[in-house]
């Protein structure tokens, strides 16, 4: 997709330009997904000046209607990458599509982070072996990313690691506003490093712990829409898988009928991921995935295993 210039806005003079780019941002786009209080915090301007900036930058803004014959052609252009396991692919559809979010929740142990790390090998492998040669940009909000355990995955299937941790690109995040101000300038880095997939484990951690309380409620759901909204914005531009681990929660709701652990944040994040699995623990290696809410897909059910090797269809020593 085309991007525009900061130049490109009469409202952003030249000290503005400055005050902007060294802020992070590069182009009209990535102005479009704030709000004026954001821009006019972020870069200490005056409210009324970043409502102008802002009001500019979506008024140039492609929003020409597509066809659906051409959303078709994108679809179908859509690339995948394999889990690791076949019963898994299968239950995705092929794998971890690019141009869609996939979420991935279950309690602890579940393997959401094992699955993280076996994609961040399989993404950078040639088409033929189920990957899209492309680097990795990995939001670890747990401090649970761990790269002996790439090494281990790499090397007990006959990859040199080396390669592979170079093409991840990891940042550790402290707080629910760092994670958002990452998620809102990544797109200088998916550019410099041929980002194909990003991580982030997990998208819960922060607001949980800091949105505590009914009262902060509204605020979360906003502060979570939008982060949803800017990643929404990053597949569809650059193409990319977008892989959020969630953590669930138990249902106290006595009114409803499902009581089992479900996704966490709520009504304001459950819209927005394309594909939806929450993992359980079977026996020993085994985990159970199940699909659903999917908009193209079935609910359904299958058993993967997570092994010393990664992801497998089968237990192993
Ligand atoms: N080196 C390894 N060899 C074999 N299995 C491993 C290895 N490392 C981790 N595992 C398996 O993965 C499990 C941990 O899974 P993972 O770290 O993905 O949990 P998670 O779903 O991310 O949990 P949390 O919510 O706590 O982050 C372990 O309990 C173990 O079964
Ligand atoms: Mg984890």
Same mark, same amino acid.
Do not use: A
């Given at each position: 997709m085309f991007q525009k210039n900061l130049?490109? +806005?009469?409202?952003?003079?030249k000290e503005l330009l400055d005050k902007l780019e060294s802020a992070g941002f590069s182009t009209v786009e990535s102005l479009s997904w704030l709000t004026p209080e954001e821009l006019s915090e972020k870069i200490k301007i005056d409210l009324e000046i970043a409502k102008k900036i802002i009001t500019e930058a979506i008024s140039k803004i492609d929003q020409k209607p597509i066809s659906a014959a051409d959303l078709l052609v994108k679809e179908e252009k859509r690339l995948k990458i394999s889990t690791g396991s076949t019963e898994l692919d299968n239950l995705l559809g092929g794998g971890i599509f690019t141009g869609e979010i996939t979420e991935v929740s279950g309690e602890f142990a579940t393997g959401k982070t094992q699955l993280c790390f076996q994609l961040c090998i399989n993404v950078q492998l040639p088409p033929e072996q189920g990957g899209l040669e492309g680097g990795v940009y990995y939001i670890d909000t747990e401090g649970t990313f761990s790269s002996t355990r790439i090494v281990q995955i790499a090397q007990s299937n006959g990859l040199k690691p080396l390669k592979f941790l170079n093409n991840i690109a990891v940042t550790r995040t402290y707080n629910s506003d760092h994670l958002t101000f990452l998620i809102m300038n990544v797109e200088k880095i998916i550019k410099e490093r041929n980002i194909k997939l990003f991580i982030i484990d997990s998208i819960a951690s922060h607001f949980r712990a800091e949105y505590v309380g009914e009262d902060r409620l509204v605020s979360r759901q906003q502060a979570v829409m939008r982060l949803a909204e800017t990643m929404k914005q990053l597949i569809e531009r650059f193409d990319i898988a977008i892989v959020v681990t969630n953590q669930v929660i138990a249902t106290m709701?006595?009114? +409803?009928?499902d009581k089992s652990p479900h996704p966490a944040l709520g009504f304001a994040w459950a819209h927005r991921p394309h594909q939806r699995i929450l993992l359980r623990k079977g026996r020993d290696q085994a985990r159970i995935a199940r699909m659903y809410d999917s908009s193209r897909l079935p609910d359904r059910e299958c058993v993967f295993f997570v092994t010393e090797k990664g992801i497998s269809d089968k237990a192993k020593k």
């Open positions: 130049e490109d +806005l009469q409202s952003v003079t709701d006595d009114s +409803l009928f």
